[in-house]
């Protein structure tokens, strides 16, 4: 049982390019979650989903899509990379329904900058 | 809107001694309150958390918080730091039928041996 995994690790872009953040969880969640990490400022939720086709904007959504396709999967898509959204971001997931009152599981995180 | 404060940037405690980390929340109803901890490279692992009931709560690694609805807080305590528990401490909040966890700023803790 890995939890929740992501990747990369690290990465670095040049403005304008693109690329997707990977988050797999194998607990069977329903419930999955991207936050992005900027220092000093805690974390702020950029997406989520209740379930497989079913995605909605948290806090801070701009410059940012999601899509999950599958259970497992809830990839983070950066179309068009600006320095802004250089960051951390981590994926999350939770099982029960009905809010965010179940505890959220986290992955170790993705350290991305963009140059 | 929901809102969490954490006053403290940064704590210094010595090994062996007590800890006490503040968070104080705005939110219009009755809350459910949070703790993450965070060590340096890795994710968030939950602490501990508050939804009813008594208002003492008790986590992992030996830590507790107490809800004051009075003073809207929820101060997370350890009756003896480990150098173990130097990380990151976040206290976050989530109002009824809401996804959105509203983390604070979060507190860093250095523990001196």
């Known amino acids: 049982n890995a939890g929740v995994t992501q990747t990369p690790k690290f990465r670095i872009l040049k403005i304008g390019q693109s690329m997707t953040l990977q988050c797999t969880q194998d607990?069977?969640?329903?419930?999955m979650y991207w936050y992005r990490q900027d220092p000093g400022m805690g974390l702020k939720l950029i997406y989520y989903s209740v379930g497989a086709g079913i995605t909605d904007k948290g806090e801070v959504p701009n410059g940012y899509n999601v899509s999950r396709s599958t259970t497992e999967d809830f990839p983070l898509r950066l179309e068009l990379a600006a320095p802004s959204q250089t960051s951390v971001y981590f994926c999350?997931?939770?099982?029960?329904?009905?809010?965010?009152?179940?505890?959220?599981?986290f992955g170790p995180g993705t350290r991305l900058t963009v140059l | 809107a929901q809102s969490v404060t954490q006053p403290d940037i940064h704590i210094t405690v010595s090994e062996g001694a007590s800890l006490e980390l503040r968070c104080n929340y705005s939110y219009g109803a009755t809350p459910y309150l949070f703790w993450y901890v965070q060590s340096p490279g890795q994710g968030l692992q939950l602490l501990l958390k508050y939804f009813s009931g008594d208002t003492l709560v008790q986590g992992i690694k030996g830590f507790e918080a107490e809800f004051k609805r009075s003073q809207s807080s929820f101060n997370l305590r350890k009756p003896s730091v480990h150098w173990s528990d130097a990380a990151e401490y976040f206290c976050?909040?989530?109002?009824?039928?809401?996804?959105?966890?509203?983390f604070g700023k979060g507190t860093k803790l250095s523990v001196i041996p």
């Open positions: 976050a909040v989530v109002g009824a039928g809401s996804y959105q966890l509203t």
């Open positions: 607990m069977n969640h329903n419930y």
């Open positions: 999350a997931s939770s099982h029960l329904a009905g809010a965010g009152t179940d505890t959220q599981y």
